[in-house]
């Protein structure tokens, strides 16, 4: 059965971050549908959007496709929890993210904004960030510094509500824990593992924070599967 992927980067990149990932699934007969949010990349003048927006944006990208699964990395998995919620969709894959609860806040796991301004990106700095940024080489760090933008603030203020009721499956791909890490995470009663329930299937694919650049076959190859 041909799938559509309906793949959404997480925060200050656009669409064009999957392009690895979305090749490998169109050669191996999938559908990819590579989706920029409103405010970052190629839409960083679109203003200030919120997370509705996001949700909205995902909800557009994914219209008139069938067996539609959403894959949502980092920031990405609040829109995508929201949106599988609304819309029927086959399953849902969450990259370096989970399903996180209502209420949840982007803003709630980092340090205190300085202002409401557009998020500005990392520095991608691989000597100062080496477990985040584990498996890039130069050629993708010069990548992120040249393409990455702000990330609208307004995304990242507003709490998760996901204003539906549907629950397709869902599973997990974990890039910067391990698998050890999460059960004693989620035993320990860590948020972002608040709503990852013990039927969710999770692996493994060890490597950095952005594993579509750093790990674009080995990813498409777990999407798949």
Aim: proline fraction near 9%.
């Amino acid at each position: 059965m041909t799938e559509t992927f309906v793949l959404v980067p997480g925060m200050w990149l656009g669409g064009w971050v999957w392009d690895g990932v979305a090749e490998r699934l169109r050669a191996a007969g999938d559908k990819a549908v590579t989706v920029t949010l409103a405010g970052v990349g190629e839409r960083v003048g679109e203003g200030d959007a919120d997370l509705e927006q996001h949700v909205a944006d995902i909800i557009a990208a994914a219209r008139g496709h069938d067996n539609v699964v959403l894959v949502g990395h980092s920031y990405a998995g609040l829109p995508v929890t929201a949106a599988a919620a609304r819309i029927p969709v086959s399953r849902v894959i969450y990259v370096d993210s989970g399903p996180l609860p209502d209420g949840t806040r982007q803003l709630d796991m980092g340090p205190p904004p300085e202002s409401t301004d557009p998020v500005p990106s990392r520095p991608w700095d691989q000597a100062s960030d080496p477990v985040l940024l584990a498996g890039l080489d130069e050629e993708d760090l010069a990548l992120l510094r040249k393409r990455a933008t702000t990330h609208p603030f307004g995304s990242v203020a507003q709490p998760l509500r996901r204003g539906g009721t549907l629950t397709p499956p869902a599973s997990m791909i974990a890039c910067t824990f391990s698998l050890e890490q999460i059960a004693a995470m989620r035993a320990a009663g860590h948020p972002f593992f608040a709503a990852v329930d013990d039927d969710m299937v999770i692996r493994s694919l060890p490597t950095g924070h952005w594993p579509m650049l750093s790990e674009p076959a080995g990813l498409a190859e777990l999407l798949r599967a």
